[in-house]
């Protein structure tokens, strides 16, 4: 249940000295990450003229990014974001503008395009993960940091809906490839005004007293009113410092969504068609992103007195049930009402699964933490949506719908397993 006393609002997240300079600069950097993906399918696509070496460049850029992910942010744990994001991001960009110039001309090589996505991909700056761990230092009271976490996600999510916007208005003045050059300089300058912020000289102690536990020694039991670990005993307390059951947890849960939201991207193309009303597709996913957002918003504005585990889990738990029933659906304008049904539980489930990982990390491994989260949600995502696209056609589209729904109800109930004392 929630607290009914005043909660902090979002304006005081704002408020917050140097917080709008810091999330405005990180915004900026992340809005490429909305622009390039599109961009470099069609860019490839109008260059070669093929959609399989569109859709493998597509492929390889996100496997690299999402598998090197906590590779690079480990490297921002040790030296710190002044040190690696300029270098980072500069090599970033370099690529894709080189793949804008690649594919600005028609016969580029298919086998060239790849490798140079592939290494994009690979040296993606990891601008979510350094941003929630600066919301650590920003805000450490952990009330404000939620709200800070809802106000973050709600935020991205609204990049990935603005990034395509932005690469349809490009379109109707320049080719493809030059959404990749808008890319590389929103991704560099959202970077370097990142870097530049006051917010980063306290980089070392980012999130220490965000983890420090309040009141008494003897907690009245092992989880506290304001996060799954308050509370914890001194050895146990150690040990979630370097991630432990928690970070598991948490890994575990954004796996199963983005395995169930990858699923859905698909499975609603396929539904739109079988009723022919593929008009119908984009207003199914904005119904998904808008409940996100207010979902999130309404979330962060709330004092939970349930501890994030047990959160998490009904959100991830409602978010499957719903998923499963817009599979009966018998209309698309039927599931465009579910879709925002389900969106209301997304970005509330993704925002506590980063909030347990940020409490389970010790200060200098925060970033590592997010970036692992985030790479289970985006590595269960690419390989649901192939395995899904395997059997559509094969199975009845309720049957599927079911389908994706399952890992997401499977993994609410892994939060709740007792982990291993």
């Known amino acids: 249940m929630s607290s009914p ?39 490839v696509k109008e260059a070669t003229g093929s959609y399989a070496v569109a859709g493998g460049a597509m492929a390889v850029f996100g496997l690299t990014g999402v598998f090197l992910s906590p590779a690079r942010a480990r490297l921002i744990d040790r030296y710190g974001p002044r040190r690696v994001l300029p270098l980072m991001a500069s090599v970033y960009a370099v690529l894709l503008t080189v793949l804008a110039g690649a594919t600005a001309w028609s016969g580029g090589s298919a086998v060239l395009l790849t490798v140079l996505s592939a290494a994009a991909g690979a040296t993606t700056p990891p601008l979510g993960p350094v941003m929630r761990t600066l919301w650590s230092t920003l805000v450490p009271d952990r009330p404000l940091l939620q709200r800070a976490y809802s106000l973050d996600g709600v935020a991205e999510e609204l990049l990935f809906v603005t990034g395509p916007l932005l690469v349809g208005v490009l379109m109707k003045v320049a080719a493809p490839s030059a959404g990749l050059a808008v890319s590389a300089v929103l991704v560099l300058a959202g970077a370097l005004l990142l870097v530049a912020s006051p917010a980063v000289d306290g980089w070392g102690t980012a999130g220490q007293a965000a983890t420090a536990p309040e009141g008494p020694e003897e907690p009245e039991g092992p989880e506290g009113p304001e996060g799954p670990f308050q509370g914890t005993p001194p050895r146990a307390r150690s040990r979630l410092a370097g991630g432990g059951s928690g970070l598991r947890r ?61 959160r998490v889990s009904a959100l991830a738990l409602a978010l499957g049930l719903v998923m499963a029933a ?64 395997l059997l559509v056609g094969h199975m009845p589209l309720p049957a599927l719908f079911i389908l994706a729904a399952a890992p997401v109800v499977l993994s609410a109930g892994a939060t709740l397993i007792p982990s291993r004392r």
Do not use: K, Q
Not at 18 to 39: D, E, I, K, N, Q
Not at 271 to 278: D, G, I, L, T, V
Not at 343 to 359: M, N
């Open 5 to 43: 006393t005043a909660a902090p609002s979002y304006a005081a997240v704002l408020r917050t000295p140097h917080a709008c300079r810091t999330f405005g600069a990180a915004l900026l950097g992340r809005l490429s990450y909305g622009v390039a993906p599109l961009s470099l399918v069609l860019a």
């Open 250 to 310: 948490a890994i575990a849960v954004t796996a199963g969504l983005g395995m169930g939201l990858g699923s859905l991207d698909l499975l609603v193309i396929a539904f739109a068609e079988e009723h022919r009303a593929a008009h119908t597709i984009p207003w199914i996913m904005a119904a998904l992103s808008a409940g996100s957002a207010v979902g999130g918003l309404a979330y962060g504005a709330v004092s939970w007195r349930v501890s994030g585990r047990h």
């Open 326 to 389: 817009t599979g009966f659906a018998p209309h698309p304008y039927v599931l465009i009402a579910g879709a925002a049904l389900g969106g209301l539980f997304v970005a509330p489930a993704l925002t506590t699964a980063y909030l347990i990982a940020d409490e389970c990390a010790g200060p200098g491994a925060r970033t590592t933490a997010g970036a692992w989260v985030n790479t289970a949600f985006n590595a269960g995502s690419s390989g649901s949506t192939a395995a899904v696209g």
